[in-house]
Nanobody
Framework: QVQLVDSGGGLVQTGGSLRLSCAAS????????VGWFRQAPGKGREFVAA????????YYADSVKGRFTISRDNAKNMVYLQMNSLKPEDTAVYYC?????????????????WGQGTQVTVSS
């Protein structure tokens, strides 16, 4: 079992950058796949990016490909989401999520563990 704490959100202008962090507790975190999701007001939870437990495979939503980068440091039990060239449509609460076994990495209901979320607001 793991516990996740999201951080790093904030207010940024269009074109700016933010780095989100997901800190995990638990000795077995290195065995967990991790995803980032976001939820804007009035919308469902949307897949953003994910990384396999070994860090060798990453996945991105088309809307963020080329702008966002997911990475992990298993020695520190950390996963990061570097967000560049931010747009107003990236405004949402961002959540990290983890699960040891995933079939469909972009589906929120595949993940058992979730952070509390961190707000990202991009002003135009």
């Amino acid at each position: 079992q793991v516990q996740l704490v999201d951080s790093g959100g904030g207010l940024v202008q269009t074109g700016g950058s933010l780095r989100l962090s997901c800190a995990a507790s638990g000795r077995t975190f290195r065995n967990y796949n991790v995803g980032w999701f976001r939820q804007a007001p009035g919308k469902g939870r949307e897949f953003v990016a994910a990384i396999r437990w070994g860090g060798d495979r990453t996945y991105y939503a088309d809307s963020v490909k080329g702008r966002f980068t997911i990475s992990r440091d298993n020695a520190k039990n950390m996963v990061y989401l570097q967000m560049n060239s931010l747009k107003p449509e990236d405004t949402a609460v961002y959540y990290c999520a983890a699960d040891p076994t995933l079939t469909y990495i972009s589906r929120p209901n595949e993940y058992d563990y979730w952070g509390q979320g961190t707000q990202v607001t991009v002003s135009s």
